[in-house]
């Protein structure tokens, strides 16, 4: 039996780095991965536990988390991705803006 939110982890770190190298495929299939394990920790009535993820060595583990932490507490996850926003991180503080302003107007759930 594997670990959800381990597999949550493995699959948001390998989207990382396929994207940093522009391998859509592997970072395709890196999602799919993400967010099967994402299903899984819901199943599970576990998706708090991504609240772990948000001092992860890797900062798109954190944005990911973060993103998928809306629901569960607002404030603390909108912290997070200002964070990650001013932090200048190429992709990630840019992914961070455009899903706090998406979530803020309302066009993510």
């Not at 949550?8 to 940093?20: D, K, L």
């Not at 099967?36 to 992860?56: I, N, P, V």
């Not at 840019?94 to 803020?104: N, V």
Request: aromatic fraction near 6%; hydrophobic fraction near 35%; proline fraction near 4%.
């Amino acid at each position: 039996m594997t670990d959800p939110l381990g597999d949550y982890r493995t699959a948001a770190s390998t989207h990382a780095e396929a994207t940093r190298a522009g391998d859509h495929e592997r970072a395709n299939s890196a999602y799919g991965l993400l967010d099967k394990a994402l299903g899984t920790l819901a199943e599970q009535e576990r998706q708090d536990s991504l609240f772990t993820l948000y001092d992860d060595d890797e900062p798109y583990v954190q944005l990911w988390a973060a993103s998928h932490t809306l629901e569960l507490d607002e404030p603390r996850a909108l912290s997070k991705l200002e964070e990650l926003e001013s932090a200048g991180l190429p992709l990630v503080s840019l992914g961070a803006k455009h899903t706090r302003k998406a979530w803020l107007n309302g066009e993510l759930s």
